[in-house]
């Protein structure tokens, strides 16, 4: 019985570093080599040299979410400093650029207007 639960312990870890391995880390060095536009999907390559299909909805490094993968782009959303962040990933096949935007681009200067 002991042994059984052992193997089974062991097997669950193994499945989970290996769902887990290549997820974590920076969108910077994460290349994108290959999209099926039609289907939502790609092909990237992680930090680690590790090849993985992501889809829409998917959760890749530092939390980011796939929203959405076209011939192009693949644009994620992300949180950062309690905001969401829109990161597009470009691409032409051969190179990629990263772009972020966010929705707080930082304080707002007050408004100040002269009474007359």
Do not use: W
Request: aromatic share 4%; net charge positive; charged share 25%.
């Amino acid at each position: 019985m002991k042994k059984e639960f052992c193997c089974g312990v062991l097997s669950v870890f193994f499945v989970m570093t290996l769902a887990v391995d290549g997820l974590t880390g920076s969108l910077e060095p994460m290349r994108i080599l290959k999209v099926s536009p039609q289907d939502h999907t790609a092909v990237v390559k992680t930090p680690k040299s590790r090849l993985r299909l992501v889809k829409v909805g998917d959760v890749l490094a530092d939390n980011a979410r796939v929203v959405e993968i076209s011939a192009k782009r693949m644009v994620l959303e992300q949180a950062v400093d309690r905001t969401i962040e829109t990161v597009m990933i470009h691409f032409d096949g051969k190179s990629q650029r990263i772009e972020r935007y966010s929705k707080n681009p930082g304080p707002v200067p007050r408004l100040t207007m002269s009474l007359q």
